[in-house]
């Protein structure tokens, strides 16, 4: 048997697997999915088996075998590996990318340098060398260090040197002359945690029998042995002492006697130990939630693929009607997976599926501890839970019989990875749960026009090969007959004509005060994505940049810094302009912090709770302030997008958007589709129990038609008109797109590679006509610079049923030689999300 195996080649990557023989000793542990050491070159390289077949390419006498399995179960499934190929085909990555990208990040390989003491040297056999003429006597020092090593296996070179500090030198020549020789060892980031454990070696009638054996001057030792007579558990040996205020030598005696032994035993780095989820049980669903829920009930049962989009506006139940869906799959003994936007991760939605299905759920996200993560990620793969729920890259969670895939907030763009492999979340769920023969729903109360599109009759016909057609399914009201909330649209140009100057409309201003008055609660939504505070001289125009990125600092005001959020530049604020001197130099926008400083002024002893990238950078501080919102010690709410999400909290009876075009101006043709979302989701945080909710967006193009519908409740005419623009324009989800972005420090090369690579693309294009596709470009990038390297790109427009891969790859490998030997970087986005 041989296995084929794709290796971790750092420089040059690609997608050819090489054949290894799997030796004797481990044909038990090779499957696919193992991952294994293999010698690769002169080196030892990390690499995921894909196949195991028995005809290799080469010679097989030439083949060299597997010099190790890394772990006990393969960490990948076999329907994970081939999901991996599906990946790098559709995202135009490499497989190795696709494979890193399912595994936690404690698993990733890290290279380290080893010594070990050389086999000759190990079993005293000093003959070969004499023969060479090697045989050198060792200095004692030598002949310690040897010893050193030889006890541990092996041992790190940076370790070994840090131990013998003066020995450096003696340790070379050690090497030189092969008494040591060097081994490229993978290591993992992070193991299980184990964890010293008490087990008492008898039944409480013995443990007492022996308490009484003891002499009556061991009082500790006879207290540790009644204790665990009452409790005859195993018990952490940590707590057993801080229990009984013991020594670890008191419990030591107690093993050296076999009254119980001491063992390492492996625990789960568990984030949600401390805290203690109510158990909650199924609500009577409402007439549109049984609706909804028997239709996907029963898809579940028949077990074949299927995909529901569940548009339900704000408030209408859907998580009750997820939940509930998720009891039918476990019923049938298979698993689901929950993917919500990272930002909306919070305690309360975690609480919601650990209340209703306790420790049958893992959880992962970001903002956990690499450990923690791990630990999460091998409940999965234990099979010690059926549930997870988790940012997008949860839906590579090592399931095995997968019933039911939930994308909640389906719309949400942070659903695109950004860094290789780009995927969207959204497909790759259906890839998978296509694989599982498993149930799809995608929830939103504003689907994406892509998810939309499918919907629709004329996407089925248009997509022969393309993706399964979708059924809608809808929700129209708040559970309860709650009303959606009053939405009041505020022309901010208006109050600036009539002489307010403040960010609050008066209108808002009221409002507030009235809230703070009856010790409601308030919602402001300041979007930061292009209103960043930066800073302008007012006699020249000069904008402070980054010298490094063709973009614009940005002013902290608490480190009185200015700060490039590409590439991490900082600076001090400045008082006089670098260019003509001037004193009249500032900040202008209004960022989150001014907004907060401005309530405090305009309502004296407001409570303000302040959450963006700056407050929330802390493990647990997400958690922590909205607790503290929860808990009503503080009357508003302030933040970015953060604030927008997910959130349910009975006491929020107003929301202020306070400018809600700050999306709308951005240079992407989904502006109008994210302002609409933006606004309809943070609008639904209000009034969502007993109290009705108003809502305030305040704009200066009150007349667009995203601020329109999304203040009437009105998607489906929002949806018509941006669908009219989109197919006008041939953009998504008409057409799809495919971004191609060049990067290098020097123009004329960049220029020119960028042109090479058009006209490839495009006499590639002819010579598939009459199937359309289009390039645009070149053009510079929007961020035309970053990091110091300039950005060009190209960019294809293409219908669905063209396979248009190929051609990408083609035209990028003519390019080929410029990128090796100039490095330059080609970066491919397929279905790009954000068009910088
Ligand atoms: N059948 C039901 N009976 C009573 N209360 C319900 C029922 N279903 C849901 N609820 C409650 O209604 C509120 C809104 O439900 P939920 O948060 O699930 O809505 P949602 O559709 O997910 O909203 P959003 O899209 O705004 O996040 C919650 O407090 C939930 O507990
Ligand atoms: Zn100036
Ligand atoms: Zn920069």
Same mark, same amino acid.
């Given at each position: ?522 919602? +402001?939504?300041?979007? =930061?994505?292009?209103?960043? $505070? /930066? ?5 020249? *125009?000069?904008? #402070? @940049? ?119 101006? +951005?240079?992407?043709? =989904?502006?109008?589709?994210? $302002? /609409? ?5 943070? *609008?639904?945080? #209000? @009034? ?149």
């Amino acid at each position: 048997m041989y296995a084929k195996v794709i290796v971790d080649v750092p420089s040059k990557h690609t997608n050819r697997g090489f054949d290894y023989l799997i030796p004797e000793t481990m044909r038990e542990w090779v499957a696919i999915g193992s991952r294994v050491g293999v010698p690769f070159g002169p080196r030892k390289l990390q690499g995921f088996v894909v196949e195991l077949h028995d005809r290799p390419d080469f010679d097989p006498a030439k083949l060299k075998p597997i010099s190790e399995v890394m772990d006990l179960y393969p960490p990948l499934t076999p329907d994970l590996v081939e999901l991996a190929q599906w990946v790098s085909k559709t995202y135009l990555c490499h497989e190795i990318t696709a494979l890193q990208a399912m595994i936690p990040g404690a698993l990733k390989a890290k290279y380290e340098r080893h010594v070990k003491v050389s086999d000759i040297h190990t079993n005293g056999d000093y003959g070969n060398l004499l023969l060479q003429g090697q045989r050198t006597m060792l200095l004692p020092i030598q002949e310690e260090i040897a010893a050193f090593i030889r006890d541990k296996g092996s041992v790190e070179i940076g370790a070994l040197l840090e131990k013998y500090t003066d020995q450096g030198g003696l340790i070379k020549q050690m090497i030189t002359q092969g008494q040591l020789v060097e081994v490229q060892m993978i290591k993992d980031r992070m193991s299980a945690k184990k964890v010293l454990t008490v087990f008492p070696s008898g039944q409480p009638e013995q443990l007492r029998q022996w308490a009484e054996l003891l002499a009556a001057r061991s009082m500790k030792q006879k207290e540790v042995l009644l204790y665990l007579a009452e409790q005859p558990y195993p018990i952490k040996l940590t707590d057993l002492l801080n229990e009984l205020g013991i020594s670890a030598s008191t419990v030591k005696s107690l093993a050296d006697k076999d009254y119980l032994t001491i063992k390492e035993v492996e625990v789960f780095r568990d984030p949600y130990a401390e805290r203690n989820f109510p158990r909650t049980k199924p609500l009577t669903l409402t007439p549109e939630q049984s609706q909804v829920f028997n239709r996907i009930s029963e898809a579940v049962h028949e077990r074949n693929h299927q995909v529901f989009l569940l548009h339900g506006v704000t408030g209408s139940g859907k998580t009750e009607v997820y939940l509930q869906s998720i009891q039918t799959c476990l019923d049938q003994d298979r698993e689901a997976i929950v993917l919500v936007p990272e930002i909306s991760l919070t305690p309360q939605m975690v609480e919601r599926f650990k209340g209703r299905f306790g420790n049958q759920v893992a959880v992962l996200h970001s903002r956990l501890s690499q450990g923690e993560r791990y630990d999460e990620w091998r409940k999965i793969m234990l099979k010690q839970v059926s549930v997870v729920i988790g940012a997008r890259s949860a839906i590579f969670a090592p399931f095995t019989k997968i019933g039911l895939v939930i994308i909640d907030e389906e719309h949400e763009s942070s659903y695109k990875q950004e860094e290789s492999p780009k995927y969207h979340a959204r497909d790759v769920s259906i890839a998978r749960a296509k694989q599982h023969g498993a149930v799809v729903i995608l929830g939103s109360a504003t689907p994406s026009l892509e998810s939309m599109y499918g919907t629709l009759p004329e996407a089925a016909q248009d997509t022969p090969n393309g993706r399964a057609p979708i059924e809608l399914l809808t929700m129209k009201e708040r559970v309860e007959g709650r009303p959606l909330p009053k939405v009041h649209i505020v022309d901010m140009r208006e109050e600036l004509s009539k002489g307010n100057r403040s960010m609050f409309s008066r209108g808002l201003h009221k409002a507030i005060e009235d809230r703070l008055e009856k010790k409601e609660q308030i919602v +402001l939504l300041l979007n =930061r994505r292009g209103y960043a $505070t /930066f800073v302008m001289c007012r006699s020249c *125009g000069f904008v #402070a @940049g980054c010298p490094h990125c063709d973009i614009s600092l940005t002013y902290h005001q608490s480190a009185r810094t200015l700060r490039c959020h590409y590439c991490g530049y900082t600076e001090r604020e400045a008082t006089t302009c670098p260019s003509c001197g001037s004193e009249h130099i500032r900040h202008f926008g209004t960022g989150t912090q001014r907004v907060e400083e401005e309530l405090g002024k305009l309502f004296p002893g407001i409570r303000v709770i302040r959450m963006d990238v700056d407050t929330t950078t802390e493990k647990g501080s997400h958690e922590k302030w909205l607790t503290l919102f929860r808990n009503q010690q503080a009357d508003v709410l302030l933040g970015t997008q953060m604030v927008a999400k997910g959130l349910d909290f009975p006491q929020v009876t107003l929301v202020g958007a306070l400018a809600a075009d700050t999306v709308l101006n +951005l240079p992407d043709f =989904r502006a109008a589709e994210r $302002t /609409f979302q933006l606004m309809t989701q943070v *609008g639904g945080r #209000a @009034g969502r129990h007993e109290l009705p909710g108003e809502v305030f967006i305040q704009t200066y193009t009150p007349e667009h038609y995203s601020i329109i519908s999304a203040s009437n409740h009105d998607y489906k005419s929002f949806m018509e008109k941006e669908m009219t623009f989109r197919k006008f324009h041939d953009y998504p989800p008409f057409h799809r797109l495919i971004l191609i972005t060049l990067s290098h420090e020097q123009i004329p090369l960049l220029m020119r590679s960028a042109e090479t690579l058009a006209a490839k693309l495009k006499e590639l294009a002819k010579s598939m006509a009459p199937t359309p596709i289009d390039i645009l470009g070149p053009v510079a990038s929007p961020i035309s610079r970053i990091k110091d390297r300039y950005r060009f790109q190209c960019m294809v427009k293409y219908r669905e049923e063209v396979s248009i891969a190929g051609l990408v790859q083609q035209a990028a490998a003519t390019l080929g030689d410029v990128v090796k030997q100039h490095k330059l970087t080609i970066s491919i986005d397929v279905d790009p999300q954000v068009l910088m």
